[in-house]
C-alpha cells in the first residue's frame, strides 16, 4: 500500500463573503477515525450550502471539518478501525459533513455508495447530496406513490434535476418550476409534465390548470418565504409540504384554516445535523432504489461545469449565475 502523504491541497474559508474568499491551502491529511474511510478525492459537488457557508451562515457541525465540501468521488486510501465494507483501493462516492474540497477526505463508513460501472468520478461526486435529499425528503418524508401529482422548485437545480427524474421513474406525475424557457425546456425533457416559467407565469395556477383544479399531493421547496402560502393554495386534499431550505426567508405567515381544511402536512428536515447511523439507512435505500437507475441510464446526472479543485472559487461564481445541473470540482 503507497503511505499517505502528510500533507494536501484543500479549500480554506479565509473570511466571509464572495467566492474569493475560497483560498487553496496546505493542510494535513485527516486522520482516519472509527467507522470512517478515508477517500482520495477525484471529484467534489458544489452544492447552495456550501455557499452559505462561505457567507457565514452555515458553519460545519462541531468536531467536522471546517473544508466545505458535502459530498465526494473518489478511491478509498485507508480504512478506519470497525470500517470493513470497503477496501483500500475501492471506489466509492460519499455524503460527508465538510471537507469534499481537498484531495483527501473523511467519510463515515455507512455514508459511502459504491460507484456503479460506467458512472465516472464527475457523475458519481455529483450523486450523494441530491439523491440523499431528494429520497429522504420526496420518498420518506413525503410519501410520494406512483400516481401521485409532484411539484419541485427549482427544477433545473442539482436537487431538482434528480428530483424530477427520480419522481418520473417511479410513476409521479411532475410539475416543476424554472426560471427561463430554455430551463423549462430542460425540465420537460427530464421527464416533467408542465414546467412553469416561474419569471411569467404564476405556478399555482399552472397546478390548478395542469391537476384540474385538483392540487398536487408532495411539494419539495427550497425557496419557504411567500412560497410557502403559494405552496398550501396548490397542495390537494392530505398533501404533504416538505421545505429543504428557505431562500426567500424561513419566517412566514401561513392561513392554517386551509391548512385544516385539507389536512395538510407540512415538514422539512436538513441532513447535515443529523446522526452517522440515519444518513447510513438513508444511504441504503438510496443505494438499492435509486442507483440501479443511474447504472442502467433511466436516471442521468446532469452536470453544468466542472472546475479544477483550486479554481473553486470560478466555481462558486458559476453557481451564480445561470447554471444547470451540478457543478463538480475535479483534483
Known sequence: MTALPQTMTAIAIEGKGGPEVLQPATLPVPAVGRGQVLIKVAAAGVNRPDVMQRLGLYPAPKGHSEIPGLEVAGEVAAVGPEASRFAVGAKVMALVNGGGYAEYCLAEEGSCLPIPAGVSMVDAAAIPEGFFTVW???????????????????????????????????????????????KCAVCRDLGAVRAVDYKTEDFVEAVKAETGGRGVDVILDMIGGDYVERN??????????????FQGGSKVTIDMMRVMLKRLTLTGSTLRIRPAEVKAA???????????????????????????????AAAHARMDDAHIGKIVLTV
Not at 161 to 177: E, N, Y
Not at 233 to 240: E, N, P, T, V
Not at 283 to 311: M, N, S
Open 232 to 245: 398550501i393554495r396548490s397542495l390537494a386534499d392530505d398533501g404533504r409540504l416538505v421545505n429543504i431550505a
Open 136 to 182: 429522504h425528503n420526496v420518498f420518506e418524508r413525503g410519501g410520494l406513490k406512483a400516481g401521485n401529482w409532484f411539484l419541485v422548485h427549482g427544477g433545473t437545480s442539482g436537487i431538482g434535476t434528480a428530483a424530477i427524474q427520480l419522481a418520473t421513474a417511479f410513476g409521479a406525475k411532475v410539475i416543476t418550476t424554472a426560471g427561463s424557457p430554455e
Open 282 to 312: 438513508i444511504a441504503r435505500q438510496v443505494e438499492d432504489k435509486a442507483l440501479p437507475l443511474v447504472a442502467d441510464g433511466r436516471v442521468k446526472v446532469v452536470i453544468d461545469r466542472t472546475f479544477p479543485l483550486r479554481d473553486a
